[in-house]
């Protein structure tokens, strides 16, 4: 199973096994990790699940998608490689995957 690594604001590292073909998001979720709220529970509705992919990661993670690009105009402190992590789909490739989590969400 490939692991993620979620690094918070405060600069604390965790790093979790990931189900391929769930995504960052229920990943984190599933391991309480803090900083990630998912209000709308996965449907790119709410923007509380910000993450920012490690530069060395951008690529193998994608863009976002339109609908995604819209939706974080509503996240707090967007930098270019923000993404909603119930829009990144575990694949096996991302085996290793470094998301930090924002200062806050909203
Ligand atoms: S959980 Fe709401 S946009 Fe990702």
């Known amino acids: 199973m490939p692991n993620i690594t979620f690094i918070d604001a ?3 590292s965790r790093t979790v096994e990931a189900e391929t073909g769930s995504t960052v998001m229920e990943t984190a979720i599933r391991n309480a990790i803090p900083g990630i709220e998912a209000e709308c529970g996965g449907a ?6 910000h993450v920012y992919v490690d530069d060395a990661w951008t690529a ?3 863009p976002a998608e339109h609908m995604e690009e819209d939706m974080l105009d ?3 402190d967007v930098r270019p490689n923000s993404r909603l992590s119930c829009q990144i789909r575990i694949r096996d ?3 290793g995957l470094v998301v930090r989590t924002p200062e806050r969400q909203g």
């Not at 790119?44 to 699940?49: H, S, V």
């Open 10 to 12: 405060q600069g604390e």
């Open 44 to 49: 790119c509705a709410c923007a509380t699940c």
């Open 60 to 62: 193998a993670v994608g």
């Open 74 to 76: 509503f996240a707090f």
């Open 93 to 95: 490739e991302l085996d």
